[in-house]
């Protein structure tokens, strides 16, 4: 039930990404996976690599995965950024 939550949080998180320009690694549809894996592996990672059940599911679940959806947003945005610039023409300098 945790990775639902978690999934959930991921997807909630990944809406705010419309306040920022596109410069994500494979659009909005690669921010929006960005979003949900990172949730979802910090999630595994504070919970011990298991998936805690439906009993064991509480507020906190959501809130421990906010970290990882920013940090899979981050990654992106700044890779995505990254190959912008490497694909942009550079300009010459007059000698």
């Keep these: 039930m945790s990775l639902l939550v978690w999934v ?3 997807i909630a998180i990944w809406h705010f990404t419309v306040w920022v320009p ?8 690669g ?3 960005a979003a949900i894996a990172g949730s979802v592996v910090f999630g ?11 009993h064991d599911t509480h507020l906190a679940a959501a809130i421990e ?3 990882g959806a920013l940090i899979g947003l981050a990654l ?3 890779y995505g950024t990254r190959l912008e610039n490497a694909a942009r023409p550079r300009e010459r300098r007059p000698a």
């Design 8 to 10: 959930m949080m991921g």
């Design 22 to 29: 596109d410069r994500f690694w494979g659009g909005i549809v």
């Design 31 to 33: 921010a929006l996976l």
């Design 44 to 54: 595994l990672i504070v919970s011990g690599g298991q998936i805690p059940g439906e």
């Design 65 to 67: 995965s906010i970290p």
């Design 76 to 78: 992106s945005y700044w």
